[in-house]
Each structure stands twice: as structure tokens, then as C-alpha cells.
């Protein structure tokens, strides 16, 4: 078999492929691409396409994938001999399908190119390497044009804190075109900003706000020379706005890096936004803008420490905008081809949620029909269950503000768990978290009310072909935020011993993750001191009991029901009381433990004990895990 050897690199033995372990789900479908191939589209840590052994494209962490120049890709042996000479970290498998198309699909892809040699979490080959005429876009025949180049160097004369800032380049990544009805088509893009900063290799946290992205339609040339002569005006060119939920879903997606995701100064970034556009428009455009850089965050201090140095004032706003807008042109009427998206549903919540949560099948004939439940956006109290009076809460008025005279805050060590960055954001797991309620003086945007605020990400639901459904993010994820709720009927759960099978029961055991108790993993963070309090008067012996209520979303629930476990997961449960303090029925809340990438599988760790689930005809019950990770348990239960 031919051989192709990347530049400077030795070809290693290629071993065999069935090696390969299974990773990953993201599976997507293929499409003609402006060359006639067939090519598939790659997201970010998902899916590589290999056309006839022909490797077509890999695409790395977040960014657009592509061709890339320095490796004549053309076969799997390659592929594999950038795993193995450690340029490519790869986890997954390669199937032989009946042809013509081979996928192989990965959780992971990272490319080591011009790195130490390393494994690094991101460290992807840069569009600025690659010829114009050389980088395809995927999932349709979407043409880029790159109207301006953006990239440099602004400069701060401030010695300490000089920096060169600007968008490098950027990719976008037209996922979904879908017929809705006659008229309307939903546009699902993504757009990939590459920022590159220079001068500060250890900035502990950078921050590039986003601003605004939307579809427009009209002539393309027309908005391309108002803007070239430097007029920001594409809102003026007479074009058509878009439906409003055009820029809905736009403006939670602050972009963010952290250090481990820097490489050469090089911060990749992504965002990915849900676009409404008439169905008769001959083209779409979609302006990405990046916004402002906020000096502040290439200081070397912590992010909560600038929060509160912000919060009293002391310190002056320094923005600047980088070279703010990179357009995007499609040429060709966009042309809605249902049948190659698999989108079952549009919004699985039918409305309740601010943001639709699609259902899409792209690997088997599975409807979604089958599972059979009604999508509630709160939690329903069975009839058997007394909730407890609502807590007194605090007597702050409007926004709480004070931790020490803040009774909620009180409860949480007098700190308020969240930082308002990003929407809200947990600054550390704890065993519960003391939220403001019902009888609380202070207004729906306290900041102790976080996790209050419904589904503020672009979820979907989507079928994989070992775990059932499952739920992604089509947005960046900050480490720390709220994601979703896990609702259901609040039930006891001695009512369900007679159940045989039911995999959507929660128990809420938050008492024995504060006692250590094997079950769910300990989360980290110390018990509070008033939790203490409350923890020494629970009766002896109540934490060898089941826990008492559970959240049964077998028939009800949202869209959590469907997250699946992982060994290795990207969300954590947090225990919440807000209208009342009792634990024995606390709200579980799904939080992000790190910075989640668009199109990744969302999911946290199921917790069970081993041997912990037995079946009504008295047997130990055993189901294994296909979640993929290095240190997979091997058994969800
Ligand atoms: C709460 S449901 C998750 C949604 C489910 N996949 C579905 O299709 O509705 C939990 C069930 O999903 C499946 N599941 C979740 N994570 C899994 C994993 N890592 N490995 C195998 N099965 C998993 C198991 O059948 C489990 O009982």
C-alpha cells in the first residue's frame, strides 16, 4: 500500500486498525462539496471522513475543518502514521462501511503540528497556513470569501501589559439548512474565530467579547464594497432583516480561553449560532463581529479577583476593538434537502424552552416518537409529595449585593456562589448551593438566582448507535454555567421499588454526597460550616437509607433526561435549594465542569454504586458503559 509520509516526519509502522478503540458519537452525514466529492461535515472533536480510503478532510478542536497542506492526506495508513508518530491524537474508529464512504469517527482529534510533542488539548494547524483556494467548508458548497483580512497588532504603550491582539483568521461552517415550512429555512452556522495575541504567553484568562452574528440576505457584492470602504454598515445596505431569533441564541457566546488551550500565543475560539433565514433569499450572508478585548484580562490576576476589583470600581475600563468584522459570503441558493439532515423534530420542548432543542437521527431509521414522554420545563410534585413552606430569604431589595448581610449568601459561607461573567457562572462545586426563593426581597436577575433562569444554550438531542439518545451543545459552554435542570415528577422513591425498569430515575442524595457515603462522586468543595449544622441534626441511620425522593422522568422531563453518563464528563450535578432548605428534595441542577467546545457531547457521571440496581426478580442488574473514556468503569451499573 502506497505510503505518504508527512514532511520531516518517519513513517511508523502502520498497525492494525481493529486496534482502533470505539469513541465518540458525533456522527454526521455527507454532501457534495463544490468539487463533486463527497464529504462529510467535521465538528469539533467528532468525525473524520474518508472517501473511498481517500482521507478527505480532519478537522481539529474547534475550528472549521479542512485540507490540511502540509499532508498529502490520501489514505487511512497516513492517518494512522500521524497517530503514530505522535503529530495526531486521535481515540477512534475507523468503519469499512458498504462504501463509498469510510468514517471514522473520534472523540478526540488533536494535531500536533509545530508543537513540542506534546499532547495538548488544543492545538490545531492554523487557517492562516493554508491557501485560500485550498480550504474547503463543509456541510454544503458554502463559499467563503474573506473580504478582510484581519490580524493586527494593536498595540498598548503600556509596557506592562503590551499586547498585539487581533482575529487571525477565521472559518465558517454551514451546518444545517432545513426546510421549516414553505417559506422558512433554518440556518444552523457556525463560525470559528481564531484570535491570536502576542506578548502574553502565561495570560491566565482572556476574554474576546462576541458581539453579533446574523444572517442577512441581498447582494453580496453590495455589502462586501460598502464595507470594504471601511463602513460598518451592513445593517444599512438594504437588505432584509431576519426573523428575531436570528441573533436570539448570539449573545451568551462570550469567548473565552484558558491557558491550557493556548498554544504559540495562538487562543482558538469558537461559537456557533442558530440562524433563521427566508427560504427565497439567493444567498446568506453571515457577519461575524468580534468585539472588544478587554485589557484587563491579560493581567495577571485571577478572574474573580478582576470581578470584584470591577464590582468596586477600582479599576478603569481599557477596551479596544480588535479589527472587528470578517464576512462571509454563499453564493448559491441555499437549498433545503430535509432528507439529508435527519432532523426529527424542531424543538422537542414544543415552545416551553426560550431556545429549540431539535432531535436529529443521523444513524439509524429509530424515530423519536418511540420514547413516549411529555416535555415539562419544571418540575411536577407527585400527589403524595408535601413540599416544604418556602424558606424565609433574605431582605435584600433589587439585586443582593452583600454576602455578609445577605441571608441566602449567608448559608453559602457568606459568598455568593456565582460570578456574573458569562451569564452566571458557579465559582466552585459545592455540596448545595443556597439560591435566593420565593419570599427573598431581591428581583429574577439577583445573582443568587442563577441557576433560575431556564436553558440558555443550544442544545440538541441526537441518536448515537450504542447509548440511545443523547444531548450536545451547539454552543461554547464556560466552565461552571448552568446548563439544565433535571426535571421530572418528584416522587418517593420507595414507590418505585416495583418498577423493573426505569432509566430515568434521579435520586436525590445530596445528604450522602455531603457525608462521603459511596454514591455519587464526592464533589469537591468543603461543607459549608451552616451546612454542618444542618447535617449533625439529621436523625442516626438516615444515610444508610435510600435516599427518600427521587425525580422520576420516565413519562415527564426535559431535556436532561436524555444526558447520558460518562466516566469522564463534561457537566457535574449540583444540588440546589432555593424555595425551601429541605435537602431531601433538592433541585439538581447540571452544571459544566470545564469549558464544553460546540458539538460536544454533553454528559456527567451517573455515580452508581456497583451491583446497585436490582431487578424485580431479585438479580443484580448489569449494564455496561460505551462511554468511551480512557478510564471507563466499564459498567454504568
Ligand atoms: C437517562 S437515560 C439517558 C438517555 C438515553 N440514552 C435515551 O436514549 O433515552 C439513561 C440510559 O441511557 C443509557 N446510557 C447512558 N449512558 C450510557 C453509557 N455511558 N453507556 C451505555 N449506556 C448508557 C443507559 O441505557 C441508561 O440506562
Redesign the pocket.
Known sequence: MEKHTPPGKIALKVPEIENWRPRGTVATTGEKSEEGEEVGRLCCDSTLFVHSQKLLAFGFSSISPFFHPHYPLKSIDLLQNLMDSKQLFTDGEIQSQASPTTTARVKRAVLLDKCSGQRQRRCSPRLKDIPQSKRPYYGTSLKVSRQQQLLHQQHHNDDDHAFHAGVQDAGCNLNHVIQVNDVDVDVDVNVNVNVNVNGEPTIPATKLEYKSAYVEKGDPLDEISQNAAGGDSVNDSGTTSLDDTSSAGNEAGDLQCTPAEASNNNLLQSYSLSLRGDGKSSHAMVKATTGTFDAHHLQPVQGEQIMQNKEEGNLQNDTRDLNPTVFFTKKHTLVASPKLRGMLLVDISGGQEEIKIPVINLVDDTPFAA?GFTYSRSIQVAENVDLPPNADGCRCKGNCIHPKFCACARLNDSKFPYVRHNGGRLRKAKDVVFECGPNCGCGPDCINRISQRGIKYQLEVFRTLD????VRTKDFIPSGAPVCEYVGILRRTDELDKVDVN??IFEIDCLHTIKGIEGRERRFGAVSASLCDNIEKIEDGYLEKTPEFCIDANHIGNVS??????CEPNLFVQCILSSHHDFRLARIVLFAARSISPWQELTYDYGYPLDSVIGSDGEVKV?????GAEDCRKR?Y
Open positions: 420514547t447509548r440511545g439518545w443523547a432509566d430515568y433526561r436524555f444526558v447520558n453518563h460518562s449494564q455496561p458503559c460505551y462511554c454504568l
